[in-house]
């Protein structure tokens, strides 16, 4: 979170922590079963807020699941690009 709460001190930029939880197939892929986005509390008298997704295909559910998806793709793609290089 510590990367986050930078982030999210500077002015109109806010971005949500992922974790992500995946099942094994048997065709040996992995596939995401459940995420939680996560914003760190906003002083130090509350906690964090925290909202779970599961898979969803229809309706406004589905639309719900792929945007928690982005920002799985979105976090994963900054940490390899900014910090692991």
């Known amino acids: 979170m510590t990367y986050v709460n930078r982030i999210n001190a500077l002015y109109s930029t806010k971005i949500y922590a992922s974790r992500t939880l995946h099942f094994l197939k048997k065709d040996g892929t992995l596939r995401p079963f459940a995420i939680e986005l996560s914003l760190p509390p906003l002083d130090q008298c509350r906690e964090s807020v925290r909202?779970?997704?599961?898979?969803?295909?229809?309706s406004t559910q589905g639309?719900?699941?792929?945007?928690?998806?982005?920002y799985v793709i979105v976090n994963d793609t900054d940490y390899y690009q900014l910090i692991s290089h």
């Open 51 to 58: 909202k779970a997704f599961t898979h969803a295909e229809h």
């Open 63 to 70: 639309v719900v699941w792929q945007l928690a998806i982005a």
